[in-house]
């Protein structure tokens, strides 16, 4: 099944808007893993509920969904949203998570 269709499928089977995000983040988690464009530059992502160091992060919802560890040990801090496909993001949306992002990730 391609990215589109999984995605579609999600939309429809899921109970409720968490449900659907999760269900997003696990799809991302192994897209980003698995897809030639971007498995090559990862050594791991994690969901945020399963990143080592955790808790020095501030433990709670940052508002960052993934963490990826690329293999220059360099940490790419992803969100994701499901949204409906007519939907925008607007720049409120990415101020704040720009702001939660630009932490620290060391030794993790």
Request: glycine share 6%; hydrophobic share 30%.
């Amino acid at each position: 099944m391609n990215f589109q269709k999984s995605l579609n499928k999600y939309r429809k089977i899921s109970f409720s808007e968490r449900d659907k995000g999760d269900r997003l983040e696990r799809l991302m988690q192994v897209y980003l893993q698995t897809d030639p464009e971007y498995a090559y530059k990862f050594k791991n992502v994690w969901m945020w509920n399963e990143i080592p160091g955790k808790i020095e992060l501030g433990g709670g919802d940052t508002g960052i969904d993934l963490v990826a560890l690329t293999h220059e040990s360099d940490y790419w801090a992803i969100q994701c949203k499901c949204f409906q496909e007519n939907s925008t993001i607007d720049k409120p949306a990415v101020d704040s998570f720009l702001s939660t992002s630009s932490r620290e990730f060391k030794n993790l």
